[in-house]
């Protein structure tokens, strides 16, 4: 079964940054890989999200312009970069994969397969 394992959490002031990663380990393929966030008390949001081939990306409107998704397949690993950080950004931030096929990746939680345990986030003066 496909493993996946959140880190590079932590507190950060507003305006600073964080780098999440998001490694996979495993048996088992996948065609994309989610980020999603959950604050105390909200839903959980699709961040961003990334084709582990073409490289094709899609991000939440509150996070366009500050957060950059990348992945290096040689590591197994997607990264999420989070700059210009808000406190409305706190929140615990998960990793997620899709095992079926699409050309362009979706924000919606329902589409994926596998979850990491998700790593804190929290953005405070």
């Known amino acids: 079964q496909l493993q996946l394992m959140e880190s590079g959490g932590g507190s950060v002031q507003p305006g600073g940054s964080l780098r999440l990663s998001c490694i996979t380990s495993g048996y088992g393929g996948y065609y994309t890989i989610g980020w999603f966030r959950q604050a105390p008390g909200k839903e959980r949001e699709g961040v961003s999200c990334?084709?582990?081939?073409?490289?094709?990306?899609t991000y939440a409107d509150s996070v366009k312009g500050r957060f950059t998704i990348s992945r290096d397949n040689t590591k197994n690993t997607v990264y999420l970069q989070m700059t210009s950080l808000k406190p409305e950004d706190t929140a615990v931030y998960s990793c997620a994969a899709r095992s079926v096929y699409s050309i362009n990746c979706q924000n919606s939680e329902g589409a994926y397969d596998y979850w990491g345990q998700g790593t804190q986030v929290t953005v405070s003066s």
């Open positions: 990334i084709v582990k081939y073409s490289g094709r990306t």
